[in-house]
């Protein structure tokens, strides 16, 4: 089949193709719902194969562009929605001057002639910082679509295109575009009560069930590096941490056009404050800064020092050193070469020093990785790594969208790790060697501690995975 009969199939069955579509509301209410939580409201969003708007309109877009290669489709989608913009365009072909936040490319991928050429011409209404949304089947349900099909109970399609999540990341890659992250959703695509809350609430989100759900979802970024350097806050939280405060200065290579730190230091009883102010005067050729949190715990200490801090980039060192000082140009590399959008310290992989982490804190740190990895649809080994490291405007967005979760997290380590996948930034993880402190006792409670972790995580599952 070419693609003029690919065209002509959907123009001559336009009216069939929409009753269909009310016929399966369920579905595609089911994809509205999943986009406006994925894509945040007040963006600019492009909608690729947009048919009668109804999805763009859903994400409550500043600024919304549908397209569809099908003129009546278009007509239709104006007179419905006359605040959005469409127009009649072969997503093969896009001639647009604009760029826009989010793309949707919703069950488009499996009727395209060309998928990687229609990844090709979004370079052309894509910035740095735009994130696609895909939407396909999952194509082990190719044999149940086709009985549908025949059965009357879905539109027919000329041709499908049964592609897997690996064909669609190849095609990416090599037209330069990354996955942030994908996931399944919706095991049964008709709406039953009871069973619906069962199987596609419930069911559908656990591991390796999940695989067998029907839709897939894909988050894509563009990847893109430019040759430059970024001035850098590094932000040191410290309680109790006297001895190891002229270390911080000392063993941290310098990196990026302009360098300071931030010590904020949170009631210590030790005279950890003094000896920040010591530090400060004996290395004046440092633009070291020294401040006192007002309100309690590291999460509070570190959102006080990020409203302070003046680099581009934001980074968190503990202060007991136990991840390197060392290690920090390579959380900076990473971030400046574009590898991810929030970096992440792992310290899971290297054999440890003794007395460094002990057994049950290691057991602890392994589960919420698994937990993590499952909730957030990204790879995470290491959640309670204290170094993390992304841009200042990165974190704006997630402090804009806090309230989603609230301030629940005394610590600070989910808020941002939750926060940042709220906002689909990529997370990328450095592996350190994690060494035993040189001064001090750890203000971790194993158990205490422990359990309000656990609280934390389902809570933020509940928000994001189980909704």
């Known amino acids: 089949m070419r693609k003029e009969d690919i065209k002509n199939f959907y123009s001559k069955n336009i009216d069939r193709r929409f009753r269909k579509k009310r016929q ?11 986009l406006a939580f994925l894509i945040p409201e007040g963006k600019k969003v492009l909608e690729l194969g947009c048919g009668d708007g109804k999805l763009l309109r859903a994400v409550k877009p500043s600024h919304g562009v549908g397209i569809d290669f099908i003129g009546e489709t278009v007509e239709r989608a104006r007179q419905q929605y006359p605040e959005l913009t469409f127009y009649e365009m072969d997503a093969e072909n896009l001639q647009l001057d604009e760029k826009f936040d989010y793309i949707i490319i919703s069950d488009l991928v499996g009727v395209l002639w060309d998928v990687q050429k229609m990844f090709q011409e979004l370079k052309k209404v894509a910035h740095p910082e735009t994130r696609l949304v895909l939407t396909f089947y999952n194509n082990i349900w190719e044999p149940f679509i086709k009985i549908a099909e025949w059965l ?4 027919r399609q000329p041709v499908h295109n049964w592609l897997t999540l690996n064909d669609i990341e190849n095609i990416m ?38 695989h067998l759900a029907l839709t897939r979802y894909i988050i894509g970024r563009a990847e893109y590096a430019p040759e430059k350097e970024y001035s850098v806050s590094v932000v040191v939280p410290a309680r109790n941490e006297k001895g190891n405060i002229e270390n911080a200065i000392l063993r941290t290579p310098s990196f990026g056009n302009h360098q300071e730190f931030i010590f904020m230091e949170g009631h210590s009883s030790d005279g950890t404050y003094e000896e920040m102010q010591r530090v400060q005067e004996k290395y004046s050729s440092y633009d070291i800064k020294v401040y006192r949190q007002t309100g309690k715990g590291k999460g509070n200490a570190v959102r006080e020092a990020f409203e302070k801090a003046g680099g581009e980039i934001l980074m968190i060192l503990d202060a007991d050193l136990t991840t390197p000082p060392e ?14 959008e929030f970096i992440n310290g792992c310290r899971l992989v290297y054999p440890m020093e003794k007395q460094a982490m002990r057994f049950l804190n290691q057991l602890g740190n392994r589960f919420f990785g698994v937990f993590f990895t499952h909730v957030l649809d990204q790879r995470i080994k290491d959640t309670l790594c204290g170094t993390k490291v992304l841009f200042r405007h990165d974190y704006e967005k997630i402090k804009a969208n806090r309230s989603y979760f609230g301030n629940f997290d005394p610590f600070g380590d989910f808020d941002l790790l939750f926060g940042a996948a709220k906002q689909n930034l990529k997370i990328t993880e450095i592996i350190v060697r994690y060494r035993s402190r040189e001064y001090g006792e750890t203000q971790i409670s194993r158990f205490r501690h422990g359990f309000l972790l656990l609280r934390m995580s389902f809570f933020a599952a509940r928000k994001i995975k189980f909704k």
Not at 24 to 34: A, D, G, L, T, V
Not at 181 to 200: A, E, G, Q, R, T
């Open 173 to 210: 890659e090599l037209e330069d575009f990354q996955v942030v992250k994908s996931f399944n959703k919706l095991l049964i695509p008709k709406y039953i009560p009871v069973l619906n809350s069962l199987f596609n609430v419930f069911l559908a989100n656990l591991p390796l069930i999940n």
């Open 327 to 340: 290690d920090m140009s390579k959380f900076y590399e990473a971030l400046k070469r574009n590898k991810g």
């Open 24 to 34: 399966n509301r369920f579905y595609h209410r089911q994809i509205e719902k999943n």
């Open 152 to 155: 009357g109970l879905k539109r």
